[in-house]
């Protein structure tokens, strides 16, 4: 990659990075509903890594989850009781999310916008029931934490699957930005997409 592509796949990240990140945090009430809020920038990770590979999806993810501890970090309860604000469990979550997508059906499904979808869908099940185990374990581990009140129906439809619609949906608009005004061009996609078909074909027929 020339340093021109280089340059303009930095800014335009910085820029997504930037603007999706401070609309989580600046209108969570516009984007949520029922609770739940569609987490934009979470979403976006998952379509780097998807799109673009591990190296743009894991980078991304480290970013975003900075920004995300700088502005909106976790807090939890520790071991004495009192409520504590934590440091790194958003960049390790949009780390994995990155990482998680980009080897989400590789070959010749990867980059299929459909199944951009599907992977949006499953890393945010992923992380809510990987998020709600977490939580209950804290439970159990540091008593002062009090006891997990989410029950089955909160748990799977008020959480998990609300939450993974509310992403799909936000997938609609972030999926047009990735392909027609994303880090890659559309030329260089269609390029990169080409290339993983035509080593990916079958070449059975030279056994024969």
């Known amino acids: 990659m020339d340093r021109r592509r280089l340059i303009r796949k930095i800014i335009v990240y910085a820029v997504y990075i930037l603007l999706l990140s401070s609309l989580q945090v600046s ?17 976006f990770v ?22 995300r501890d700088c502005l909106a970090p976790i807090a939890i309860i520790g071991f004495d009781g009192t409520v504590h604000v934590t440091a790194g469990i958003g960049m ?3 780390f994995l999310a990155g990482a998680l997508s ?10 299929n ?17 990987g998020g709600h185990f977490l939580a209950y374990s804290w439970t159990i581990i540091i008593p002062s934490a009090g006891s997990y009140q989410l029950g089955f129906y909160e748990i799977v439809v008020r959480s998990c699957l609300l939450q993974t619609l509310l992403n799909l949906i936000a997938g609609i608009p972030l999926i047009l930005l990735m392909r027609f005004a994303g880090p890659v061009s559309l030329s260089e996609q269609r390029k990169t997409s ?15």
């Open 113 to 129: 916008v459909p199944f951009a979808f599907v992977s949006i869908a499953f890393c945010t099940l992923v992380y809510k029931i």
């Open 102 to 111: 980009s080897s989400f059906f590789t070959k010749r499904m990867h980059r």
């Open 194 to 208: 080409d290339d993983v078909i035509m080593t990916n074909e079958d070449t059975s027929w030279l056994q024969i």
């Open 92 to 94: 390790l979550v949009m």
């Open 46 to 67: 998952v379509l780097t890594g998807y799109f673009n590979g591990f190296i743009d999806g894991a980078v991304v993810g480290l970013i975003t989850g900075i920004v």
């Open 27 to 43: 209108y969570p009430s516009r984007l949520g509903f029922l609770g739940q809020t569609a987490d934009l920038a979470f979403v």
